[in-house]
């Protein structure tokens, strides 16, 4: 018996995906024990471009086959928003804990994940951003909207991007919201002469996405008050910016019984 995390990692060959793979397999600790992948059904990992160097992982098109057939610890999730959810439910059903990077849920589906964890009694981890910086940009937001209570979000991100706004400022919202007082920003009266000029609203905070080739992912949070502004603003160049908080959240997910969203709560 070695005590080694034992991982599956679904969306291996997704931007996101691909660097999960090379993180369990140059990490000491973990072991990848098989991949899900809707495509390549009973090939190994090796098998495909840019994973020859990847030995003896198995490749399921279907995570209750997986599941079934594997001893695993820990299921990261790296897909998109409908194929993540059933996954982490799949893998709550067989003990296993999800650590779902994948953004775009609902708050019914959280609240489904959580109440899931509850009757399980296992941790499951949602990050709606891994990366360090873009953690502390929220945090940072939150003091800030203590004492300013006008904001707005831009977050900018690659165009390949299926979901917006991004769950980063979907998450960053929310924390501003459980401090700021609820407040339609902009003039009372002011109307959009082109539907969506002013962006989403969120208890009157709007949130304005970009999608551009040759970004990665960024977002700014403007506060502005009498004469001055206050922007805080975070970027991430590469997915490697996301993985030592897959890393954390992968070894911390090991020792919950409870549902966590946002990497905020298990950062020491
Ligand atoms: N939490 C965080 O810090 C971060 C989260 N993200 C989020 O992670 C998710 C993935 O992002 P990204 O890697 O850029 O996206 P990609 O499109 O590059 O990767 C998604 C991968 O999932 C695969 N996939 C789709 N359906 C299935 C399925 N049923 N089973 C297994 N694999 C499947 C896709 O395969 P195919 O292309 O063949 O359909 C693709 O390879 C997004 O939701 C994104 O918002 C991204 C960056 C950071
Ligand atoms: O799709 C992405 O790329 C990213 N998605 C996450 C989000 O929606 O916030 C995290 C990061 O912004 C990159």
Do not use: W
Not at 144 to 154: G, K, L, P, R
């Amino acid at each position: 018996m070695d005590n080694k995390v034992k991982i599956i990692i679904a969306g291996p060959r997704g931007r996101m995906g691909s660097e999960a793979v090379k993180l369990v397999n140059t990490t000491e600790h973990f072991e990848l024990l098989a991949v899900i992948d809707h495509k390549h059904e009973g090939q190994m990992l090796s098998d495909l471009e840019g994973f020859h160097h990847i030995n003896n992982v198995p490749i399921y098109t279907d995570l209750e086959k997986c599941l079934q057939s594997t001893n695993s610890d820990v299921l990261i999730d790296l897909t998109t928003p409908e194929v993540g959810m059933y996954h982490a439910k799949t893998a709550l059903h067989y003990h296993v804990r999800p650590v779902v990077g994948t953004t775009g849920f609902t708050p019914s589906d959280l609240a489904e994940l959580e109440r899931l964890c509850q009757e399980k009694n296992l941790g499951c981890i949602i990050a709606p951003n891994f990366a360090i910086g873009a953690v502390l940009m929220m945090k940072f937001s939150q003091i800030a909207a203590q004492y300013f209570n006008d904001v707005e979000i831009i977050e900018m991100h690659h165009d390949q991007k299926l979901d917006a706004p991004s769950g980063t400022a979907v998450k960053t919202a929310e924390m501003i919201s459980a401090v700021r007082e609820s407040k339609k920003q902009g003039h009372p009266n002011e109307k959009e002469t082109l539907a969506g000029a002013r962006g989403a609203d969120y208890t009157g905070m709007h949130i304005h996405s970009v999608r551009l080739p040759g970004l990665v992912a960024h977002q700014q949070v403007l506060f502005g008050s009498e004469g001055q502004t206050l922007t805080i603003r975070h970027d991430s160049y590469n997915r490697g910016s996301f993985m030592s908080g897959v890393k954390v959240a992968v070894e911390k997910v090991m020792k919950l019984n409870t549902f966590v969203y946002g990497l905020e709560n298990i950062l020491e």
